[in-house]
């Protein structure tokens, strides 16, 4: 399974470093703006490869993570569009829902589900440096289903 990440940096660094901790045959592909975080993250761990922009990061994968402040997302969703193939799966990681799950389903093609995610795990410190594998451990994960996702979608996601 190819799963990208877009943004690694507290939350996006600690999903790369928890799925490859899973010890399951998981391709992370990851994407930051800046190179040496991207840099850093491929160091660390947390991803098996970086690319160069969001376009190749999500070509082929599985399941796309955007780990990304909440007010780049609507940028993020039109953009990362034409990179998915059918039956890609879409995920965020923002605090809030309303407007993102409005993006999500105006801009995503019709082929791709997605189920907005809301992890309620952090600390005091942020960026690639605080990552850690066990950030989501014992923590509460929301998920709300979009209009096009199916339950088995948002079980592959849970």
């Known amino acids: 399974m190819r799963i990208a990440i877009i943004g690694l ?21 990851g994407f930051a703006r800046r190179p040496e975080v ?23 994968a599985d399941l796309v993570i955007i780990a990304t402040p909440t007010m780049s997302l609507k940028g993020i969703l039109a953009e990362i569009g034409e990179g998915l193939h059918e039956g890609s799966i879409v995920t965020d990681t923002a605090s809030t829902k309303a407007k993102v799950m409005e993006w999500a389903e105006a801009t995503l093609p019709q082929s791709a589900s997605f189920i907005g995610g809301h992890p309620m795990a952090g600390k005091e410190k942020s960026g690639i440096e605080s990552a850690d594998s066990d950030l989501f451990n014992g923590c509460t994960y929301c998920l709300t289903v979009g209009k096009r996702a199916t339950i088995e979608v948002r079980d592959k996601v849970e």
């Not at 993250?41 to 999500?58: K, Q, T």
């Open 9 to 29: 940096g507290l939350i996006g660094g600690s999903m790369g470093l928890a799925l490859k901790g899973t010890g399951a045959d998981y391709e992370v592909v």
């Open 38 to 60: 991207t840099s850093r993250a491929l160091e660390l761990g947390a991803v098996d490869r970086i690319e160069g922009n969001m376009i190749s990061a999500v070509k082929g």
